[in-house]
Structure formats: structure tokens, C-alpha cells
């Protein structure tokens, strides 16, 4: 059968079996490596998806037909559509930073865990590598692994919570040794783990470029990971959507110098963040902030999102920073409201709005 697509990823994924079945697989709306939205009339009917579940909307017949034809146009609108591969919680563009060869932006699914928990699931298809970040307890993880036939290869932690490392070792013995990753400053206090980094460092995950962004504050080894080709970080307990973690072991400054750092990210950045505490966060941000248009819209997004069940994530940092009130020292409303003059500096603000948060 002679292939004249010459993206391996997309063979790779042609040629993927289901687990239950043994047939051929296409992308879904809940497979996010392989997301190709194509006309209805196009879609496939009746074929296994990699999630296992029925939403099958992206494979075009001829690709399982075992005849497939693909001239010049349809091959670059296949490439097209594999550049822009979407993900579950929206797409973004290719960016500049990945390495040469490299067409796929990082794959990226949310996996709930414990009752607001969020870990990552995150894959790269050319190099065949899985992580997880965040896993609070193994089950959910496993799960969805099975779910797509993959297996756990890294595991990254933002912080040393319980609520974020708990599923380390269990994930690390059931996957071969899959490697820990996590913050060199609190290296004691991750479980498992074999690679410690800090703010400055790079690191690969398969073909994508890793910052390390060091955000003390939370917790005093507290890292965010970010992936600039992929317009992506995550963000653990430091910054959640219009919120922010509790000061549990570093103090006013050291979290507003945190929160800088993921500020000066570019705007259109996702923030994977490590909680679903949106709605809880909107109440209280619209309490110091009520006149602010955007956060009231996103108000009205969030209760829709959570009425249907949706997560609220990812936002991104320009949404954040447009209806985040510890992101908003500079807002006249809020320093009205939290009484602090105009005269106050930028970490006294973002220090009393964090002690009304923690008495709201
Ligand atoms: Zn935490």
C-alpha cells in the first residue's frame, strides 16, 4: 500500500490500532494528537476512534480505505490540517521554537482528578513520549492512558503538594521507571524524582523546548513549566484562573515577583492551571473588581461553562491579566476597593488582595 502522506506522525496514527477491537483508529474530538476537522459528509461512519468512545469526526475515507490517493492539493490541505492540529481545549499556532522537522504543537488533555484537581496529559506523537503533569492519584491516569494505548514515559511535578505529586510513585513503578521531573528547590519533597530544575533551565520533552520558571510562593520550590512553541504553561498552584494559590510557605513579594514572571508571558500563552476553583474565584474577583466589562463576561462564560460540566481551562495570560485582580495591582477600581492608595506599591496591592481572598 503505497503512503503518499509523508508525515510520519500521521502514519503513525493511521496506522494505530484500537485496543478493544483491533481495527483502525482516527482522530476525535476527544484525541486531540490527531484533531482534523473536515465537512460532515467527509467524516468516517462507524470506525473506532482512539478515545474509545463514538465522536469520530476527523479521518477522510480514503486514508482507511487501503487504497489512499492523495494529490498535490489534498496533500497540502493534509498538511495543513496537521500544522494546525487542535487540541481538546482549543488550538494555537505553530510557533517558531520547535526543532527542525517538527510540524505538531504539543498535545495537551486534561485529566480530572480527586474532586477539582487538574493533571495534564501530554504528548508529543513524532517522538512517541507521554507525560503527566501533575498527577494527584495514579487511577485517572492510568485510565486515560489505556484509553489511547500510551504509555507514561515523564513525570512532572510543579510543586510538592500531596494533591499534585500523589500518583508519582505508583504511575513511576507501573510504567518502567517513567522519569520525575520537578523543582531542584524542593527536590526532598518530590517523590520519585530523578531531574531537578530551576528557573533558567531548558529542557526537552521529546522535540519541544521547556522553559523553567522559578514561582516561589505557594510553596517555597514552586516551578512552572512552559512551552513557547506550543503557546502553553503550566501553571500548578501559582496562578489559576482569576486566582491565585495561597501564601502556604513564601510570602507577598515572593509570589508578586512569581506572578510577573507568567505576566510577561505573550498574551495568547494558555494557562494550564492545577485547579478548577474558576467559579469561586470569579465571586470573589467581581467583589473587588465589579465594574471591570471582561471579568464580568467571563463571568457569564464560566457559569455557563460549569453549569454544562466544562472545565474553565485553559485561559490564556492576556485573559488572565485582563480579569485576574492579583494580576491587577494597577487597577484603579481595585485599589479603591481594597482601600489602598494610589500611592501603594504593586506587592502591598497584590499582598491586600490576598488577604481579602483568604477572608472572603
Ligand atoms: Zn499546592
Not at 7 to 29: D, E, H, I, M, Y
Not at 125 to 132: A, L, N, R, S
Not at 283 to 295: C, G, H, T, Y
Request: contains cysteine; proline residues 6%; aromatic residues 6%.
Amino acid at each position: 500500500m503505497a503512503l503518499h502522506i509523508s508525515n510520519t506522525a500521521f502514519v503513525k496514527a493511521l496506522s494505530r490500532l484500537s485496543p478493544a477491537t483491533g481495527r483502525p483508529v482516527v482522530g476525535c474530538r476527544r484525541s486531540p494528537w490527531v484533531h482534523l476537522h473536515l465537512p460532515l459528509r467527509q467524516r468516517p461512519v462507524g470506525r473506532d476512534c482512539l478515545c474509545a468512545q463514538s465522536t469520530v469526526v476527523g479521518a477522510r475515507r480514503v486514508w482507511l480505505s487501503g487504497r489512499p490517493r492523495v494529490d498535490g492539493q489534498r496533500q497540502s490541505s493534509l498538511t495543513c490540517a496537521l500544522q494546525k492540529k487542535s487540541m481538546a481545549f482549543g488550538s494555537s499556532e505553530v510557533g517558531s521554537n520547535v526543532m527542525p522537522g517538527v510540524k505538531a504543537e504539543l498535545g495537551i488533555e486534561l485529566v480530572p482528578c480527586f474532586s477539582d484537581n487538574y493533571a495534564y496529559l501530554i504528548h508529543d506523537e513524532e517522538k512517541g513520549v507521554t507525560g503527566i503533569v501533575d498527577p494527584s492519584e495514579a487511577r485517572p491516569v492510568i485510565k486515560a492512558l489505556e484509553k489511547r494505548g500510551l504509555a507514561l514515559t515523564h513525570i512532572l511535578n510543579t510543586h510538592h503538594h500531596h494533591d499534585h505529586t500523589g500518583g508519582n510513585l505508583e504511575l513511576k513503578r507501573r510504567y518502567g521507571g517513567a522519569q520525575v521531573v520537578g523543582p531542584a528547590a524542593d527536590k526532598a519533597r518530590i517523590p520519585g524524582i530523578d531531574v531537578a530544575l530551576q528557573e533558567g533551565d531548558t529542557w526537552h520533552f521529546g522535540s519541544h523546548l521547556m522553559h523553567v520558571l522559578d514561582t516561589p510562593g505557594h510553596t517555597r520550590g514552586h516551578v512552572c513549566f512552559y512551552f513557547p512553541a506550543s503557546n502553553a504553561v503550566f501553571t500548578g498552584d501559582t496562578l489559576f484562573s482569576v486566582g491565585c494559590g495561597r501564601l502556604f510557605e513564601g510570602t507577598p513579594d515572593q509570589m508578586w515577583s512569581s506572578l510577573s514572571k507568567l505576566i510577561s508571558l505573550p498574551a495568547k500563552t494558555r494557562v494550564f492551571c492545577g485547579h478548577e476553583y474558576t467559579e469561586a474565584n470569579v465571586r470573589f474577583a467581581l467583589s473587588v473588581e465589579p465594574d471591570n466589562e471582561e471579568l464580568q463576561a467571563r463571568a457569564q462564560e464560566v457559569k455557563e461553562m460549569r453549569t454544562r460540566g466544562k472545565p474553565t481551562i485553559p485561559s490564556t495570560i492576556g485573559l488572565e491579566c485582563a480579569t485576574n485582580p492579583f494580576l491587577r495591582p494597577s487597577s484603579e477600581e481595585l485599589r479603591r476597593r481594597l482601600k489602598m492608595g494610589g500611592n501603594a506599591n504593586d506587592v502591598d496591592v497584590f499582598a491586600a488582595a490576598r488577604r481579602a481572598k483568604d477572608r472572603f
